[in-house]
Structures are given as C-alpha cells and as structure tokens.
C-alpha cells in the first residue's frame, strides 16, 4: 500500500527497498543506489525485477491462492528469458512461484537461503530470505548475506 501500489515501482517506499536497491548497485545490477518511484531515473542493469502476485495482498503474505492467480504472468515473463539467465528469488514464496511457472513440482528443488538449482533452459534460481524488515531486524537476513547472493548471480551471469 505504501510501496510499489503507490510509487509504481516494486520494492520502493519501504525498508525491503532500500536495502534490495542498495544492494543491486553494489553488485552492478542499478545505476543508483536509491530508488523511490518508477520516473525517477534508476536504470537496472542485466536485471528485472517481478512479484509472484500482483495486487497488494492481506497483512503484506500472498495467500497461496493468489499466488495460483497471477502465476501465468509470472511464468510468461520467465519464459522470456535468455538461456542461463539468473533467477534470485526473495523467500519461500517467490520460490514457490517460481517452480510453479516453470512447471516443476514443489518439491523438486527445496528453498534455502544460499541453494543454487540449476534449472530447465539453462536456467539458475538462487535463493535469498526476503529482504523485509523482520528478517533484517532479526539478522535472519544481513546486508552481508544479501549482498553475497547477488555477487554470485553476477558472476553466474558474467560466466
């Protein structure tokens, strides 16, 4: 509600922003540092940034039936993407998703944080907790460990 629904861009105007978009310029992914709306010129590098749902879900947890919901939109956006190209998805849910639109069973690849799941057409998940503010408060979830997942998808992507 105070985030992407209302700046028009994901992950903006809340705590799990400011550390996701720090986090894409330190490993190359942004031109910036900060972003807090979709005009205001950050430019992402060799990234793209989804949601396994599309609409602002209760108490800020999709429910798994939401998550069925807008899977097809999600699956038609990984299925653009390049042969070994790299996915990172923010907790459990976006892994979840993730299986689903590509057609694989859930339990065929298990989340951790830090799992690396080679994937049909050369495709790569990596696993990260979500960057939100319980994880980061409880140090579940450090800038140091969020920083060490997108240097390894960098360097899976650069070879």
Do not use: Q, W
């Not at 720090?22 to 992402?44: E, I, N, P, Q, Y």
């Not at 976006?94 to 339990?107: D, F, I, M, T």
């Not at 944080?113 to 409880?138: E, F, I, M, P, Q």
């Amino acid at each position: 509600m105070h985030g992407a629904n209302r700046t028009g861009r994901p992950f903006t105007g809340d705590h799990a922003g400011i550390l996701l978009y720090r986090t894409l310029h330190r490993t190359g992914f942004a031109d910036r540092a900060v972003s807090v709306a979709r005009g205001d010129g950050l430019k992402l590098v060799d990234c793209r940034i989804s949601n396994a749902v599309k609409c602002l879900p209760p108490g800020n947890r999709p429910l798994p039936e939401e998550v069925r919901r807008c899977n097809r939109y999600l699956a038609r956006e990984l299925a653009a993407l390049a042969p070994g190209a790299v996915i990172v998805a923010l907790g459990a849910v976006a892994h979840g998703a993730v299986l689903r639109a590509l057609s694989l069973k859930s339990g065929s690849h298990r989340f951790a944080h830090g799992a690396g799941h080679a994937l049909a057409g050369r495709l790569t998940l990596l696993d990260s907790y979500h960057c939100s503010r319980l994880n980061t408060n409880t140090g579940r979830l450090t800038p140091a460990m969020f920083v060490r997942i997108f240097a390894r998808a960098r360097h899976l992507i650069e070879g």
